[in-house]
């Protein structure tokens, strides 16, 4: 399809594993999100990329949070250490152009990563 | 204080009613301002943009209010359809990054 692309859908981690979620985004978008969703709340912002380069990682709750997209298209969101309270939905958006809050330049959402930590 | 604030709801009303939703935000610098919809389970999706002036898509219609630093949006005749939870967005031009509320739970009833 021609969405965003998140994978794994559902991850069920054991305290202390490490997890790698993957975000393909619509192809040609410049700008790469990623969100963390937990149960009842909105989406926070946890960084942002304009094409390779991370501009913002000031959503990242901490250094056990590590988010790359080397080649400009694809991007990895990685957890260390995995924490209860890291359980949540990882939502990951791109959009067209560089970001700049305008209106027409909308991000789209995939459908985002269940993680649950044991 | 959460930057940007919404009655979480649920909000039940019976199809065919007319129902509001208000949001607050707390940095005046604001710019842009956008309400999504999120289904159970589902992402988020761009219901519509808000602008000053106020605007209307359909059924929907969305103001702002600077001076007040409030944001509504008004479905008339709901359909089942309509049921959700409605996120009300605001890009804080300085931090260049899209702040959600917690969301506002529809739930349109037969």
């Known amino acids: 399809g021609a969405g965003v692309s998140q994978s794994p859908r559902y991850k069920v981690a054991k305290r202390g594993q490490d997890v790698a979620l993957r975000c393909d985004p619509i192809?040609?978008?410049?700008?790469l999100f990623w969100y963390q969703q937990a149960l009842g709340q909105g989406p926070e912002f946890l960084t942002y990329?304009?094409?390779?380069?991370?501009?913002?990682k000031s959503g990242l709750p901490s250094d056990r949070f590590f988010a790359e997209r080397p080649e400009g298209s694809v991007s990895t969101l990685k957890i260390q250490r995995t924490q209860q309270e890291d359980s949540a939905v990882y939502l990951c958006?791109?959009?067209?152009?560089?970001?700049?809050?305008?209106?027409?330049?909308?991000?789209?959402f995939g459908a985002g990563t269940r993680l649950s930590v044991l | 204080r959460k930057e940007v604030e919404q009655d979480p709801g649920p909000f039940n009303v019976p199809e065919g009613a007319t129902v509001a939703f208000n949001c607050t935000y707390s940095?005046?610098?604001?710019?842009?301002f956008f309400w999504y919809r999120q289904d159970c389970r589902k992402e988020p999706k761009l219901l519509m943009s808000?602008?000053?002036s106020g605007n209307e898509d359909g059924r929907f219609t969305a103001q702002l209010n600077r001076a007040s630093q409030y944001i509504s949006l008004l479905i008339r005749d709901s359909k089942l359809s309509d049921s959700a939870t409605y996120l009300c967005?605001?890009?804080?031009?300085?931090?260049?990054?899209?702040?959600f509320g917690t969301g506002t739970l529809l739930a349109v009833q037969p």
């Open positions: 958006a791109s959009s067209l152009r560089v970001f700049s809050g305008e209106t027409k330049n909308i991000q789209y």
């Open positions: 192809s040609g978008h410049v700008s």
């Open positions: 990329f304009q094409n390779e380069a991370q501009l913002d």
């Open positions: 940095n005046s610098a604001s710019q842009s």
């Open positions: 808000v602008y000053s």
């Open positions: 967005v605001v890009y804080g031009g300085a931090t260049n990054k899209l702040i």
